[in-house]
Structure formats: structure tokens, C-alpha cells
């Protein structure tokens, strides 16, 4: 008998089959889920007993701690004899030695119960599948208890007290929602806080002196520290005005914005750097300006009263400025003339500027040439004849050694002097 496959078969087993895996998945997740609310499963793990004679609300699956910092599990609790058994279960391989001690001790005012366990000391040695003796554990101490020591009006006023205090948390019963839903983010923050705590490293005493310095440094500043209070909530109250529409876009426009303006950052350096440099060429002006101060005030204070004649000059100036100004326009005509002019006198007045020093001799010369007189206001010119061949022989002999140059060279003119003279007579002088 054969059985034909079909593609609709095929795909029905290969759901089955994975329907199968997935339940079997199923079942190994909540099997792990299960078994975690009582410890990991599959750990090795350390079987610690202890007779307590009272354990109240003590239960198995309630925390074992050392020094508050949980190692385990309570497995079981079994009463014989009017007392009570627990078998712990401690995480990993631990050493329990024969001195060890246990105690009931209450978590919380709920009466949710803990042990607290000390494994001992080596040298008692170990302790075995020994229990730990009633005389070296302590009982559970129940709230009841503590209520026993007050007398009936101290027990109607905590009544009262803790009615009083439900009825507020009813009233607050949206705030407590709100707690309730921030508690996760809290509760992992406390146990960050816990860990680093507990951890070895921690310096727990450094700690609370630091922070018992640090409450010092608020005290006398309350009404401070109120106000700050007040003007960070009004702060934040305007953040969140328009469920924070506001704030939101300035953020998203913020990365342009501060692009922009590293941009703008980066323009200004070259204009910052000439700004040094003339901060740099003030900085001599600025020296000697601090240094007349007491003059610039000096004459502050007298050209007080010039500065009150100066509107009646500048009153009287008024007819004057207005004959300029028609002035100036009646010239404007002729200013492309001047301009002309002045460009065309621009190469002789830059070829006489070599000769202003012999310019400056022609006059120094004209006064002496001018210098001699009979009488006060009158003077007549003095004129020198240097005597050359030409001079003795009335002309009949050229003065061949008597040269005139008719273009000397700049500042070169005062030197020139008549060259062979007989001795005695004044020649060419060399600068």
C-alpha cells in the first residue's frame, strides 16, 4: 500500500512539527520561570539547618542573608518537639563551621521574615550535616510583641494614627499610582545603589562623612534653598509650557543653529587676528594717552570757556561758509582742470625734488649775494671774479682748463671750482 505525499500533507507535518518545538520550548521556558522564583535552576547550591524555637511568619522561599545580603533561600520548615527546623538552601559551595548563628529577623513591618545567617569560624570546624544548635539562634521578634509594652491609650492613639494615615494614602491614591509606576526605575536605581554599596571597594564611612559634611554646608540656608526650589519650578514649568512643543523644536533647530554659528566662529577669526594686531599698534597710543591725563584734563577744564565762545564764532562763521559753499559749487567745473594740471606738474616737480637741496643753496647763496650796503635798507649785489688764464692775457689765450658743466648732478653744483689755478687761488672743493 503506498501513501502519496501531497504538497498539502507535506505542509501540515512540517507545521506539526514546528507547533511541536515551539510547545516543547514553551514548556522549558515556564519550567525555568517556575524554578527561578526559588533560585536558579540546575546551581549547586549548600543544605544549612537550624533549630529556631520561634518563627512566626517565617516561610520557605523567604531570604537567607549575611551581613543583609542575600545568599540564599529557606527550603523547608519542620516542627518538632515545640521548636521549629529550617533547612536553608545557600547559593554555590559554602563552608558552614560549627560556631555559626542564626536569627529571625523581620523585613519589613508587614511581617515578612528573614534569616539572618553567620557561617562561623574555621577553627570551630565544619559543621556537617549538623543542625545548628537552639542555643545559637535567635527567635523571631513579632510586632504583637512590641505592642505588649504600651498601655491602652497608647494603643487607641497608634490606631488612630494609622487610620488617619490609610485614609491620607486613599486621598492620595493617583500620586501613589504615579510612585507605583516610577517604582521600576526607582527599584533599579536602588539596587545600582545596593551594588555599589555592597561592593568591597566601597569606602561606606568616607561616604556618610562626606555627606554629613555636605548637609552641613545646608544648614542656615533653608529660605535659600527654598527659593531655589521655587525658581527651578517655575524654570521647569516654563520648558514644559505646551507640553514641551517649544523646547522641542529649539533642539531640533539647535544642530543648524550651531553650525551657523561655528560657521560665523570661523569668519570671525581673521577680523579677531587684525583686531589683535591693531589692540597691538594702540597699544604705545594707549600707554602715552594714561600718561597725559593729568594734561587732558587740564585742558578739558580750560577749554571750557573757549568752547563757549565757539557758537558765536561759529554763528559769525555761518555768512562765510554759505559764500564757500556757493563758491565751491561755481569751482566744480574747473576741478577736472586742476586735477589735470596737478598730474602734469607730477614728473617736473618728481626731477626738481633731486635738486631741492641745491634749491635750498640758490636762496642761503641770494641772501649773502645780497648781503652788503652802504646804509640800513639798502644793499647792493657783490659779485666775485675768479681770475683763470684767459683773465691775465686779456683773451688771447683760450682757458682751456676752465670747464663749465651746465648740468651738474644733484647736490653737485656747490662743489664746482675752476681746475689749474695757479697756487694760492681757490679751487674746485671735493665734498
Not at 537552639?134 to 497608634?158: H, I, M, N
Amino acid at each position: 500500500m503506498s501513501i502519496k505525499v501531497t504538497p498539502d500533507f507535506l505542509a501540515r507535518s512540517i507545521s506539526f512539527r514546528v507547533g511541536l518545538v515551539v510547545l516543547v520550548v514553551l514548556a522549558g521556558v515556564l519550567y525555568l520561570t517556575f524554578k527561578a522564583q526559588t533560585g536558579m535552576p540546575f546551581a549547586k547550591t549548600t543544605e544549612v539547618k537550624a533549630v529556631v524555637s520561634n518563627v512566626h511568619s517565617l516561610k520557605a522561599n523567604d531570604a537567607v542573608r549575611q551581613n543583609s545580603k542575600r545568599i540564599g533561600k529557606v527550603k523547608d520548615i519542620e516542627y518538632r518537639d515545640g521548636s521549629a527546623l529550617v533547612t536553608m538552601e545557600l547559593d554555590g559551595d559554602v563552608d558552614v563551621y560549627q560556631d555559626a548563628s542564626a536569627a529571625v529577623w523581620d523585613l519589613s513591618a508587614l511581617a515578612t521574615k528573614f534569616v539572618e545567617l553567620d557561617l562561623g569560624t574555621p577553627k570551630s570546624g565544619e559543621l556537617g550535616s549538623e543542625a545548628i544548635p537552639a542555643a545559637q539562634t535567635e527567635d523571631s521578634a513579632d510586632l504583637y510583641q512590641l505592642l505588649d509594652v504600651l498601655d491602652p491609650k497608647t494603643r487607641d492613639a497608634a490606631t488612630q494614627m494609622l487610620r488617619q494615615v490609610g485614609a491620607g494614602a486613599a486621598g492620595h491614591g493617583q500620586d501613589l499610582g504615579q510612585f507605583v509606576v516610577q517604582a521600576r526605575d526607582l527599584l533599579d536605581d536602588l539596587g545600582a545603589v545596593s551594588k555599589s554599596l555592597a561592593d568591597p571597594d566601597a569606602d561606606l564611612t568616607a561616604l556618610l562623612q562626606n555627606a554629613d559634611l555636605l548637609a552641613s554646608r545646608f544648614h542656615g540656608r533653608e529660605d535659600e534653598i527654598a527659593d531655589l526650589v521655587h525658581q527651578t519650578d517655575q524654570t521647569l514649568e516654563a520648558v514644559a509650557t505646551d507640553s514641551g512643543t517649544p523646547l522641542r523644536e529649539t533642539i531640533n533647530r539647535l544642530p543648524s543653529a550651531l553650525s551657523d554659528v561655528k560657521g560665523a566662529m570661523d569668519s570671525l577669526q581673521a577680523p579677531l587676528a587684525r583686531t589683535g594686531s591693531a589692540m597691538r599698534a594702540l597699544e604705545p597710543g594707549a600707554k602715552s594717552l594714561s600718561n597725559s591725563e593729568q594734561n587732558l584734563r587740564g585742558f578739558l577744564r580750560e577749554a571750557v570757556p573757549v568752547a563757549k565762545q565757539v557758537p558765536g564764532v561759529a554763528g559769525l562763521a555761518v555768512p562765510a561758509v554759505d559764500d564757500l559753499t556757493s563758491t565751491l559749487s561755481d569751482a566744480r567745473p574747473l576741478a577736472p582742470e586742476v586735477r589735470q594740471a596737478v598730474g602734469d606738474l607730477l614728473e617736473p616737480l618728481r626731477v626738481l625734488s633731486y635738486y631741492s637741496t641745491d634749491m635750498a643753496q640758490l636762496f642761503l647763496r641770494g641772501k649773502s649775494f645780497v648781503s652788503q650796503g652802504p646804509n640800513p635798507g639798502v644793499r647792493y649785489a657783490r659779485l666775485g671774479v675768479t681770475p683763470g688764464v684767459n683773465t691775465v692775457t686779456g683773451g688771447l689765450l683760450r682757458s682751456g682748463n676752465l670747464p663749465q658743466n651746465q648740468y651738474p648732478a644733484p647736490g653737485e653744483a656747490q662743489y664746482d671750482r675752476a681746475q689749474g689755478l695757479p697756487p694760492g687761488l681757490p679751487g674746485k672743493v671735493t665734498p
